[in-house]
């Protein structure tokens, strides 16, 4: 298993657990493929529900590396990401096409986990706004 495939999100977070409870509320289909798990795939999309585009561009990278995986599989679907904001009717829609532009940056993203995890000292933590929101904030405050 490559390293990569060994990172898990933070279960403590409240950010997690908002995540959780909204994807309970909106649909009882998620789907579990290897190390991913997906909120909702149809014959068209792979289909991943947030509560806010705070961090849209996390989002972004989480469905195309869900496309990837499908890819691998045979399985060619495009992305879809449904934004709930709190105190809106509507939703909002993020469209990500399924492309071989994808394959060859989640390829790269995976070479860059691995040059990190290989090396003696690790990059200096830059902390950032957004940081205390990413669930994956107690790994940078070891």
Request: hydrophobic share 30%; with cysteine.
């Amino acid at each position: 298993m490559a390293i990569y495939e060994k990172i898990n999100l933070e279960d403590n977070s409240e950010e997690v657990r908002i995540g959780r409870v909204l994807h309970e509320n909106k649909n009882n289909s998620e789907v579990a493929i290897d190390n991913i798990k997906a909120d909702k795939i149809t014959d068209k999309y792979i289909v991943e529900y947030k509560k806010s585009d705070a961090d849209l561009q996390a989002a972004i990278m989480q469905i195309k590396y869900y496309m990837y995986i499908l890819n691998q599989k045979g399985i060619k679907r495009d992305g879809k990401i449904e934004i709930f904001e709190k105190n809106r009717q509507d939703k909002k829609i993020h469209y990500i096409e399924n492309n071989e532009q994808i394959e060859n940056e989640i390829e790269r993203l995976k070479n860059n986990i691995e040059t990190l995890y290989n090396m003696q000292i690790p990059p200096e933590h830059q902390k950032k706004n957004k940081c205390k929101r990413c669930a994956y904030n107690d790994y940078c405050n070891l």
